[in-house]
T-cell receptor, first 117, second 111 residues
């Protein structure tokens, strides 16, 4: 149990367009999901905490109007990169938390590699 | 100020060598420390440590936590080229909070 599915795995989009990334907990309910961003050769940086039924909590320096997070159900959180620009090209990973599992429920999606051209 | 600090940031060794990776952390509200291996995609879980002095072992990998000195080490013996990856240390703090990651150690094992 504790599987997180993330789609798409990779996406290429034109500058100025929007991209939606989905994160689903397949076999458990996740009231909280976390979105990370990772630039090449750097570590995972937390972008925001997604809370089911309420507004996301963004980390300092992350534009909430640019990175829209919606967590409308207990199994789905989405991250939309609006008006994407080349500097938004990065690896985005979601994580959902399930209590009671071996690693305190921090299960990761497989990640989405976004390239903005 | 970084809450989780890993060292070294990069390391190149030859096959068969033994390596030790370090991770120090802040203590406030500490719950557990986790090690992950990341190749090209999402991190894969290696170990979770919550108690001091108890070694966790999986094959050639082992890890231990020192809660008094606030650090953990990850050992890899008889390294292989397949061990080449970024090794991430992350700390879980109490409450419904996200993992806090260190910058990682990039390990390269050459034949």
């Amino acid at each position: 149990g504790a599987v997180v599915s993330q789609h798409p795995s990779w996406v290429i989009c034109k500058s100025g367009t929007s991209v939606k990334i989905e994160c689903r907990s397949l076999d458990f309910q996740a009231t909280t999901m976390f979105w990370y961003r990772q630039f090449p050769k750097q570590s995972l940086m937390l972008m925001a905490t997604s809370n089911e039924g309420s507004k996301a909590t963004y980390e300092q320096g992350v534009e909430k109007d640019k990175f829209l997070i919606n967590h409308a159900s207990l199994t789905l959180s989405t991250l939309t990169v609006t008006s994407a620009h080349p500097e938004d090209s990065s690896f985005y990973i979601c994580s959902a938390r399930k209590t009671g599992t071996a690693n305190y429920g921090y299960t990761f999606g497989s990640g989405t590699r976004l390239t903005v051209v | 100020e970084d809450k989780v600090v890993q060292s070294p940031l990069s390391l190149v060794v030859h096959e068969g060598d033994t390596v030790t990776l370090n991770c120090s952390y802040e203590v406030t509200n500490f719950r557990s420390l986790l090690w992950y291996k990341q190749e090209k995609k999402a991190p894969t879980f290696l170990f979770m440590l919550t108690s001091s002095g108890i070694e966790k072992k999986s094959g050639r990998l082992s890890s231990i936590l020192d809660k008094k000195e606030l650090f953990s080490i990850l050992n890899i013996t008889a390294t292989q080229t397949g061990d080449s990856a970024v090794y991430l240390c992350a700390v879980s703090y109490s409450g419904n909070t996200p993992l806090v990651f260190g910058k990682g150690t990039r390990l390269s094992v050459i034949a």
